[in-house]
T-cell receptor
Framework: DGGITQSPKYLFRKEGQNVTLSCEQN?????MYWYRQDPGQGLRLIYY???????QKGDIAEGYSVSREKKESFPLTVTSAQKNPTAFYLC?????????????FGEGSRLTVL | QKEVEQDPGPLSVPEGAIVSLNCTYS??????FMWYRQYSRKGPELLMY????GNKEDGRFTAQVDKSSKYISLFIRDSQPSDSATYLC????????????FGRGTQLTVWP
């Protein structure tokens, strides 16, 4: 089955620790995205990548880092510099050749900082 | 002012009711308008997609876009308990394909 796989689904972290969220897609999509979702705030874009070895900051990139070494993979690192990291993180991908520009989302990773 | 405004609800209706969900926006450059449905603890999935102004119907769902008023709507007819979810509107300028701007989402509950 084609889709996006995020792991882990739930993650607990102590303050001051970095944590990396995994995102893998087998849809052969060029573009990949990371969004953060907080209660009542909708989705906010953290980083996005349109091609391998290239990525751009979204609206709330501070305290996060990404890499895009392979087309299929776009891991997100939540660093200790992120002041309020507890949130639901969603990875998505899209196909530039599609008419709609539809985003396909993974099932999300819920990060809790203790 | 956020670029996309959406009332978060919650909205609670009986089964069979007509549901109206709305978003307003401020950026006139938006050309593509979408509605995503998100079930609890899941990722959003595309429900409806509209380009520019007009209506689009798909089964019990109708999406409307009024660019002159910067206002979009999603109507759900004969609502079912399985429609209970959060509905997110999203918009795109077209020049940045895939770079979507989302509303806050409206939480809908349809009770039997």
């Amino acid at each position: 089955d084609g889709g996006i796989t995020q792991s882990p689904k739930y993650l607990f972290r102590k303050e001051g620790q970095n944590v990396t969220l995994s995102c893998e897609q087998n849809l052969n999509h060029d573009a990949m995205y990371w969004y953060r979702q907080d209660p009542g705030q909708g989705l906010r874009l953290i980083y996005y990548s349109q091609i391998v070895n290239d990525f751009q900051k979204g609206d709330i990139a501070e305290g996060y880092s990404v890499s895009r070494e392979k087309k299929e993979s776009f891991p997100l690192t939540v660093t200790s510099a992120q002041k309020n990291p507890t949130a639901f993180y969603l990875c998505a991908s899209s196909d530039f050749g599609a008419t709609t520009g539809e985003l396909f989302f993974g099932e999300g990773s819920r990060l809790t900082v203790l | 002012q956020k670029e996309v405004e959406q009332d978060p609800g919650p909205l609670s209706v009986p089964e069979g009711a007509i549901v109206s969900l709305n978003c307003t926006y401020s950026n006139s450059a938006f050309q593509y308008f979408m509605w995503y449905r998100q079930y609890s603890r899941k990722g959003p999935e595309l429900l409806m997609y509209t380009y520019s102004s007009g209506n689009k119907e798909d089964g019990r769902f109708t999406a409307q876009v009024d660019k002159s008023s910067k206002y979009i709507s999603l109507f759900i007819r004969d609502s079912q308990p399985s429609d209970s979810a959060t509905y997110l509107c999203a918009m795109e300028r077209g020049s940045t394909l895939g770079r979507l701007y989302f509303g806050r989402g409206t939480q809908l509950t349809v009770w039997p």
